[in-house]
């Protein structure tokens, strides 16, 4: 199960940080990725991180050098710090994984980006 939390409505500039907790498979082992779907769009990939002590990081273009994905083992827990967040951030996001072959979505958390 995941179940993503910390969404919101912010101004543009400003920053959050979403949280995705993990519980039914041994989490350490897992790579870990946020999605995020637009209105009226398909799912993109937004950045994910590899198991274990999660030493590789990899992002979207239209993020990267702005938001940080994260994880904690200890609290099964993979967080997404997003900062200068801009009106085109504003998204459905989700948190993703994969366990045996088996597909695992969150349920998702809405951003809103506006003044």
């Known amino acids: 199960q995941l179940v993503e939390s910390g969404g919101g409505l912010v101004q543009p500039g400003q920053s959050l940080r979403l949280s995705c907790a993990a519980s039914?498979?041994?989490?350490?082992?897992?790579?870990m990725y946020w999605y995020r779907q637009l209105p009226g769009k398909g799912r993109d990939m937004v950045a994910f991180?590899?198991?274990?002590?999660?030493?590789?990081?990899d992002y979207d273009n239209s993020v990267s050098g702005r938001f940080t994905i994260s994880r904690d083992n200890a609290k099964n827990t993979v967080y997404l710090q997003m900062n200068n967040l801009k009106s085109e951030d504003t998204a459905v996001y989700y948190c993703?994984?994969?366990?045996?072959?088996?597909?695992?979505w969150g349920q998702g958390t809405q951003v809103t980006v506006s003044s």
């Open positions: 039914g498979f041994v989490f350490s082992r897992n790579v």
């Open positions: 993703h994984t994969t366990v045996f072959g088996t597909e695992y």
């Open positions: 991180i590899s198991n274990g002590g999660g030493g590789y990081k």
